[in-house]
């Protein structure tokens, strides 16, 4: 009886789901900010969080994030994203922290929804909030 060598389905389904990994990794790396006239943008994968600059009620650096439970999301090394359910409130947190041990920028929008995020590099991070803040004023 002769058998049929069929490992090359097996090889293209490896492949293609490293692939799939390698982009998915890609899409979540970093954090990806856009600070446009009137809004304020933070996308990682296939979180994101679009957030008109006149409905920023504040804005803070903080050391850490409180504990808070995980909606859904991942943590990786120093790596925190997702979205998150506030204990006290009961409201969704967004989390894009490229990087727990440096300090993270908190923006209150809408009353009482909380976003929390930084940057890997701590300058861009700090340069950032400034040109956050410089918008919020000038809106105001």
């Given at each position: 009886?002769?058998?049929?060598?069929?490992?090359?389905?097996?090889?293209?389904?490896?492949?293609?789901?490293?692939?799939?990994?390698?982009?998915?990794?890609?899409?979540?790396?970093?954090?990806?900010?856009?600070?446009?006239?009137?809004?304020?943008?933070?996308?990682?994968?296939?979180?994101?969080?679009?957030?008109?600059?006149?409905?920023?009620?504040?804005?803070?650096?903080?050391?850490?994030?409180?504990?808070?439970?995980?909606?859904?999301?991942?943590?990786?090394?120093?790596?925190?994203?997702?979205?998150?359910?506030?204990?006290?409130t009961g409201a969704n947190v967004y989390v894009f922290v490229d990087d727990l041990?440096?300090?993270?920028?908190?923006?209150?929008?809408?009353?009482?929804?909380?976003?929390?995020?930084?940057?890997?590099?701590?300058?861009?991070?700090?340069?950032?909030?400034d040109s956050l803040v410089s918008k919020i004023e000038k809106t105001e």
């Open positions: 009886m002769k058998r049929k060598n069929r490992s090359w389905i097996w090889n293209i389904l490896i492949f293609i789901t490293l692939v799939c990994c390698a982009l998915a990794f890609g899409l979540h790396y970093q954090n990806w900010v856009t600070l446009e006239k009137d809004s304020f943008k933070v996308v990682s994968g296939i979180y994101r969080q679009k957030i008109p600059v006149s409905e920023i009620t504040g804005i803070n650096f903080v050391p850490k994030i409180p504990e808070m439970e995980r909606k859904n999301g991942f943590s990786w090394l120093a790596k925190e994203k997702g979205v998150f359910l506030d204990s006290i041990r440096q300090q993270k920028i908190e923006v209150l929008h809408h009353d009482s929804l909380v976003l929390y995020f930084n940057l890997a590099d701590s300058v861009k991070t700090k340069a950032l909030y």
